[in-house]
């Protein structure tokens, strides 16, 4: 350990050369930085402008009367337009990865959201729930996500939770199949 003390504090150790080329080079390195995210930032905006379309969902009630399942806590991964799990909304906060919880009653199903606005799907309007492997771009192991497909002013969307325990997500997914059959719903086999 003493060789190494010597060796750094050595005299005779060779000087930086050619400053400016390291200052021109970090300035690059940090100007690409700054590009890129600069490119998502526009990327993630005209996405937004594509979807303006797109209705703003429900908030959830303060308390659900009945509550089947829930809460249970995890993650909301994101909403995608049916049956493309890259198509991420981002309108209205949808798009947004949070910390969760979920709960389902008679009502609908309430995802109370840290830092993100809530979002609550009214019961007539879930048209299945499935375990998949991944939404809006993240990947998983195999059914590790819950997918909840719902009707969003006729326009179908999924919308991806993955519960911190996976017994509690299977139980969200029954809950939520266990929901008061209503016009079209397509049951399990979503994907």
């Known amino acids: 350990m003493s060789v190494l003390l010597v060796a750094a504090s050595d005299p005779a150790s060779a ?8 200052i021109l080079l970090v300035l690059v390195v940090v100007g690409v930085i700054a590009l890129v995210l600069l490119a998502m930032r526009a990327g993630w905006r005209g996405r937004a402008r594509r979807q303006a379309d797109i209705p703003e969902p429900p ?48 009502e609908g199903i309430a995802l109370r959201r840290e830092g993100a606005r809530d979002v609550f799907i009214p019961a007539p309007t879930v048209r299945g729930a499935a375990m998949a ?15 909840i497909t719902w009707d969003l002013d006729g326009r ?22 266990g929901l008061p059959a209503d016009q079209g719903r397509a049951g399990e086999g979503i994907r």
Do not use: M, N
Not at 15 to 22: A, E, G, I, M, N
Not at 133 to 147: M, N, S
Not at 159 to 168: I, L, P
């Open 156 to 177: 179908l969307v999924d919308t991806g939770f993955r519960a911190d325990v996976a017994e509690e997500q299977r139980a969200l997914r029954d809950a939520v199949l």
């Open 59 to 106: 908030l959830p009630p303060a308390s659900l009367a009945d509550v089947a399942c829930g809460p249970v806590t995890g993650v909301y991964l994101g909403s995608t337009q049916h049956g493309d799990w890259l198509d991420r909304i981002v309108v209205h906060d949808l798009g947004v990865r949070s910390r969760a919880t979920a709960e389902v009653a008679a």
């Open 133 to 147: 492997r991944g939404i809006a771009g993240k990947a998983y192991e195999r059914d590790g996500v819950l997918v």
């Open 15 to 22: 000087p930086v050369t050619q400053w400016p080329l390291r």
